[in-house]
């Protein structure tokens, strides 16, 4: 089994992986959640677009019909994409409908969106959602894993709960007949996705089949090994060996950001109040 393939195990499309190779779930919204919203949407846009329809049949009824055509074409445009691309842009991924609901949209890395993926939102939503009263982009949602409307999948983005609280697991604690030899090893930084692994593999090993359990054990070591010199002493059950070394990784990453810390209120010095 490949590195690539072994890294990955266990970890969904909808994973989130922090710095600390852990794995944050973050849920894509349901279909009725994302309806809700969707109305609630959907009738501020159609509200925005009669009035701005009504002004503009207003404003240029004393001039030809190609100026009033122009005129209700672009309060159609203004209503339909740009005050969704303008709400968008400005909230970060955010609607009054998604408001409502607890939604917001986010790229497919779970990063916030930009100003790019509103307006490519916002284009295909003016024909899926309101030309078509929505069915394409129901259909595309229930279709996909993430429910995804046409929008999204042209954008990357998908549509979260943002009322969800994400946990981290507990820290693995160090054997301690490793520690001496985890805290003088070179144990370099492992791969996010491997590191991940590691960390699933541990608690749930007592949940395995003893055969599937001992071959995972061995090949994560082989992968994680590379990374450390010198090797463990010999003898040593698998598991104990992941353990010193994602635990030992972890004092050391700490260690560092507390250095940095340090070193950084060393350089910026508090700021004092005059009196």
């Known amino acids: 089994m490949s590195e690539r393939t072994i890294a990955t195990v266990g970890v969904t499309e909808d994973d989130l992986v922090t710095g600390e190779a852990v794995a944050l779930d973050l849920p894509p919204a349901s279909i009725g959640l994302r309806v809700l919203s969707g109305l609630l949407d ?11 329809l009504t002004l503009a049949v207003m404003l240029s009824a004393h001039f030809d019909d190609a100026v009033v055509a ?12 740009g005050y969704p691309v303008t709400i968008e842009t400005l909230t970060r991924g955010r609607s009054v409908g998604k408001i409502a609901a607890g939604l917001r949209t986010v790229r497919d890395d779970a990063g916030p969106i930009t100003f790019r993926h509103a307006l ?76 991940m692994q590691v960390r699933q593999f ?30 463990p002493p010999p003898g040593n059950h698998p598991e104990y060996v992941l353990a010193a070394v994602i635990a030992d990784r972890r004092r050391r990453d700490l260690d560092r950001l507390i250095r940095d810390a340090r070193l950084r209120d060393s350089l910026i010095p508090p700021d004092s109040v005059e009196g």
């Not at 122009?70 to 994409?81: E, G, I, K, R």
């Not at 693995?172 to 930084?189: E, F, K």
């Open 120 to 195: 490519t939102r916002g284009l295909i939503g003016a024909v899926e959602v309101y030309a078509l009263w929505g069915v394409p982009a129901t259909i595309a949602a229930v279709m996909s894993s993430r429910s995804k409307r046409l929008g999204d999948m042209a954008a990357g983005t998908y549509v979260v709960r943002e009322r969800v609280r994400a946990s981290l697991p507990p820290p693995v604690p160090m054997p301690p007949h490793l520690a001496g030899w985890a805290q003088a090893a070179d144990i370099v930084s492992l791969p996010d996705g491997l590191a």
């Open 42 to 52: 959907y009738v501020i846009v159609m509200t925005l677009a009669y009035l701005l």
């Open 70 to 81: 122009a005129s209700t074409l672009l309060a159609t445009v203004a209503a339909m994409v």
């Open 202 to 231: 541990l608690p749930a090993a007592f949940a395995m089949t003893p055969q599937a359990r001992a071959d995972m054990g061995v090949l994560l070591l082989e992968e994680v090994l590379h990374y450390v010199s010198p090797p």
